[in-house]
């Protein structure tokens, strides 16, 4: 079987098709995965086959701030006036991306001439290119759905607007009435999806860049807290209010700085505070005993697999709403961005370290997580779905 998997160009949109990519491929079907010509590399590292299609989300967002006169975001996403950032965000998502992976994945689809494809649920253009071209598609989640949103619903109404002017009807969610490949557990997923959708359940399976762990982490003698706000909205100001509180613990504290914040920007550190741009996150988690970070998709579930406490600050997107979510199910906490102060964070993380009803649902929802179908199994179904 022909499979193409297609996503949007950034490490939380591309990295969570890449373990059923791989299955698929491990299982002998014919696999390419279009993407922004920037994660290529990354995929090449898995030993998929590559093409280049659409454009990576942060050059997106610089086209269209520049079309509308300005230079870009000088705050973090969460401290931009919605009615700033919500007409810039549903016109990057709703028709900037849309055309141009239309208009690439196209002309693909005539040469490769997939059986499938594999379009990530925040790529619309990848279902769009599919329905024009009379491809079966599939719609694969990223994480959590986040119905309520009012940036998600403009995001929707957008692509509707777009899906139009192809003349295709867009319904009440991303899949276009075909089935959704879902890595979120059912507990914690948005009831409205599970309501309205198709769902195929899919084990959330960490996957990064291949790297050694950093020295310490697998002979430490206390307790290692893992800090990151991500790749795409880091804040130094909000990472030294959390290094100076996770600092006065007894534990060691990892931080991975990511691509967006400079770690000279952080200055001096304690002696128990290690500073990494990056780490290999999905190798890492087994690692650890408390995740505070941003509330990206990937963190998120790679946590819920660990069996992970969590703290979230979040900082923009769906960040927020799973923040929500990881507070509700008793997993976690959260501190919005006024309460993120050096005594709150410590005062949060410390009660996450010592709390066994925190840790003892952290440990039923990876329960939960291991008993979802696998990559392999998922993959096993895939000619099912045409």
Same mark, same amino acid.
């Given at each position: 079987?022909?499979?193409?998997? /297609? *996503?949007?160009?950034?490490?939380?949109?591309?990295?969570?098709?890449?373990?059923?990519?791989?299955?698929?491929?491990?299982?002998?079907?014919?696999?390419?995965?279009? /993407?922004?010509?920037?994660?290529?590399?990354?995929?090449?590292?898995?030993?998929? &086959?590559?093409?280049?299609?659409?454009?990576?989300?942060?050059? +997106?967002?610089?086209?269209?701030?520049?079309? *509308?006169?300005? *230079?870009?975001?000088?705050?973090?996403?969460?401290?931009?006036?919605?009615?700033?950032?919500?007409?810039?965000?549903?016109?990057?998502?709703?028709?900037?991306?849309?055309?141009?992976?239309?208009?690439?994945?196209?002309?693909?689809?005539?040469?490769?001439?997939?059986?499938?494809?594999?379009?990530?649920?925040?790529?619309?253009?990848?279902?769009?290119?599919?329905?024009?071209?009379?491809?079966?598609?599939?719609?694969?989640?990223?994480?959590?759905?986040?119905?309520?949103?009012?940036?998600?619903?403009?995001?929707?109404?957008?692509?509707?607007?777009?899906?139009?002017?192809? #003349?295709?009807?867009?319904? &009440?969610?991303?899949?276009? #009435?075909?089935?959704?490949?879902?890595?979120?557990?059912?507990?914690?997923?948005?009831?409205?999806?599970?309501?309205?959708?198709?769902?195929?359940?899919?084990?959330?399976?960490? =996957?990064?860049?291949? #790297? &050694?762990?950093?020295?310490?982490?697998?002979?430490?003698?206390?307790?290692?807290?893992?800090?990151?706000?991500?790749?795409?909205?880091?804040?130094?100001?909000?990472?030294?209010?959390?290094?100076?509180?996770?600092?006065?613990?007894?534990?060691?504290?990892?931080?991975?700085?990511?691509?967006?914040?400079?770690?000279?920007?952080?200055?001096?550190?304690?002696?128990?505070?290690?500073?990494?741009? =990056?780490?290999?996150?999905? &190798?890492?988690?087994?690692?650890?005993?408390?995740?505070?970070?941003?509330?990206?998709?990937?963190? /998120?579930?790679?946590?819920?697999?660990?069996?992970?406490?969590?703290?979230?600050?979040?900082?923009?997107?769906?960040?927020?709403?799973? +923040?929500?979510?990881?507070?509700?199910?008793?997993?976690?906490?959260?501190?919005?961005?006024?309460?993120?102060?050096?005594?709150?964070?410590?005062?949060?993380?410390?009660?996450?370290?010592?709390?066994?009803?925190?840790?003892?649902?952290?440990?039923?929802?990876?329960?939960?997580?291991?008993?979802?179908?696998?990559?392999?199994?998922?993959?096993?179904?895939?000619?099912?779905?045409?």
């Amino acid at each position: 079987m022909r499979l193409l998997f /297609t *996503s949007l160009g950034s490490f939380g949109h591309t990295f969570p098709l890449v373990p059923l990519a791989v299955a698929a491929r491990d299982a002998g079907h014919d696999v390419v995965f279009a /993407t922004s010509e920037d994660f290529l590399p990354q995929l090449t590292k898995a030993g998929l &086959e590559t093409a280049a299609a659409g454009l990576a989300i942060k050059d +997106a967002f610089g086209q269209v701030f520049a079309s *509308s006169g300005r *230079s870009g975001p000088r705050r973090p996403p969460g401290e931009v006036p919605p009615e700033v950032l919500r007409p810039i965000v549903a016109k990057v998502f709703g028709e900037l991306m849309p055309k141009r992976f239309v208009a690439d994945l196209l002309p693909l689809f005539s040469r490769f001439r997939p059986d499938l494809v594999v379009s990530e649920a925040g790529n619309s253009g990848g279902a769009f290119a599919a329905i024009k071209a009379g491809i079966p598609v599939v719609a694969h989640g990223f994480g959590r759905v986040s119905s309520d949103d009012p940036m998600v619903t403009r995001i929707r109404d957008a692509i509707r607007e777009h899906g139009a002017s192809l #003349g295709i009807p867009v319904g &009440e969610d991303l899949a276009f #009435g075909g089935p959704f490949i879902d890595i979120c557990p059912e507990s914690v997923q948005d009831p409205g999806f599970l309501a309205r959708t198709k769902r195929v359940p899919l084990r959330p399976v960490g =996957w990064s860049e291949p #790297g &050694e762990l950093p020295a310490g982490v697998l002979d430490r003698t206390r307790p290692l807290v893992y800090l990151t706000l991500g790749t795409a909205m880091g804040h130094a100001g909000v990472l030294s209010s959390a290094i100076a509180g996770l600092s006065g613990l007894d534990a060691d504290v990892l931080v991975a700085t990511g691509p967006t914040v400079d770690p000279a920007a952080l200055g001096e550190v304690p002696a128990n505070v290690r500073l990494e741009a =990056w780490v290999p996150q999905s &190798e890492l988690l087994p690692h650890v005993d408390l995740v505070v970070h941003h509330g990206g998709s990937g963190t /998120t579930l790679g946590a819920f697999g660990a069996g992970l406490p969590q703290l979230l600050l979040p900082q923009g997107a769906d960040q927020f709403t799973n +923040a929500d979510a990881v507070s509700a199910a008793g997993v976690g906490s959260r501190l919005l961005a006024h309460e993120v102060t050096a005594d709150a964070v410590a005062t949060k993380a410390r009660h996450l370290l010592t709390d066994t009803s925190v840790r003892d649902a952290a440990r039923t929802l990876a329960a939960e997580v291991a008993a979802m179908p696998s990559p392999p199994e998922v993959a096993a179904q895939l000619p099912t779905l045409v």
